[in-house]
């Protein structure tokens, strides 16, 4: 009778194993890009009221560019994030995503400003709202509309007219005469490297903040995750690195008046793909992934 026992308690243990492991693989799964808003939609953020989503794995990469390649080698089912970087890998693989073109989230892109450096924050309030009114903002974003990306989203072409940024060496001894700025150069159209120079909207933006106020520019490339946290040590003036606002990140950095204000996270899918072809609000494209 024991061995009865024994052997119905290990079939149960096996059957219950075998369907836990179905059950993890056929779960369905995100790519985004490691620490922005796209991973806060999927895993839930509180700062920025988004549940995510527990039944859904997100998978995170450095860069869209490497997210929608493993969408395409079948290693993750869909890809969540910004609009502008979303529109350049659709240029990219126009034969095979597409986007469904509906705002996940609602954000506002500024920069964080060290909170010891008032003045900073006020100069830069000034020079952002003077790129505003002159033109030379919008013309920014017009400038890095036709980036070409390779498979993993490094950008190959479509900047042929675009001069990279270039940053001076750092020294402590001058930190009253250079600005330094923190960003991750691996989300164009805002940032992004040019053989040994840097490229972008932020990072252009950044050249003209450092003349604007007399200063040399010193660029710190680093992982998303530390580039906020990293203003207000070792020197680092500004985080610029296409930046949501978000409470947290208030706990560590002042932010500047908004830059872009159309910021949205959108939903990248296979081209044959047609399960949100219908959808038309959030609710809709929610509803569907809730249910995975």
């Not at 910021?263 to 992934?289: G, H, M, P, R, W």
Request: glycine share 8%; net charge negative.
């Amino acid at each position: 009778m024991k061995k009865i026992i024994s052997l119905f308690l290990a079939l149960t243990l096996l059957v219950g194993a075998m369907f836990t492991l179905a059950s993890c693989g056929n779960k369905v799964s995100i790519g985004v890009q490691g620490g922005t808003t796209g991973e806060f939609y999927v895993k839930g953020n509180a700062d920025m009221l988004l549940n995510g989503f527990s039944n859904i794995d997100c998978k995170a990469f450095n860069n869209g560019g490497l997210a929608v390649k493993a969408m395409l080698d079948g290693q993750v089912d869909y890809v969540v994030i910004d609009n502008e970087p979303a529109n350049q890998l659709l240029a990219q693989y126009k034969n095979d995503v597409k986007i469904i073109d509906v705002a996940l989230t609602q954000e506002t892109y500024a920069y964080g400003v060290d909170k010891n450096q008032p003045k900073l924050l006020s100069d830069v309030n000034a020079f952002i709202a003077e790129i505003k009114s002159d033109g030379t903002l919008s013309a920014l974003f017009e400038k890095y509309a036709a980036l070409e990306y390779d498979d993993e989203g490094n950008v190959i072409g479509g900047d042929d007219a675009i001069v990279g940024v270039t940053s001076v060496a750092k020294d402590a001894s001058k930190a009253d005469k250079q600005l330094v700025v923190a960003t991750n150069a691996a989300f164009a159209p805002y940032e992004y490297k040019k053989g040994n120079n840097f490229a972008g909207i932020d990072m252009e933006i950044a050249a003209l903040l450092a003349e604007y106020l007399g200063l040399e520019l010193v660029i710190e490339d680093m992982d998303f995750d530390a580039v906020v946290t990293s203003v207000g040590k070792n020197n680092v003036d500004i985080a610029m690195a296409g930046l949501s606002v978000t409470a947290t990140r208030k706990e560590a950095v002042n932010f500047s008046d908004s830059y872009y204000e159309g910021a949205y996270q959108v939903l990248i899918v296979k081209k044959d793909n047609t399960e949100f072809d219908s959808c038309k609000t959030k609710a809709d494209i929610e509803a569907i992934l809730n249910n995975k």
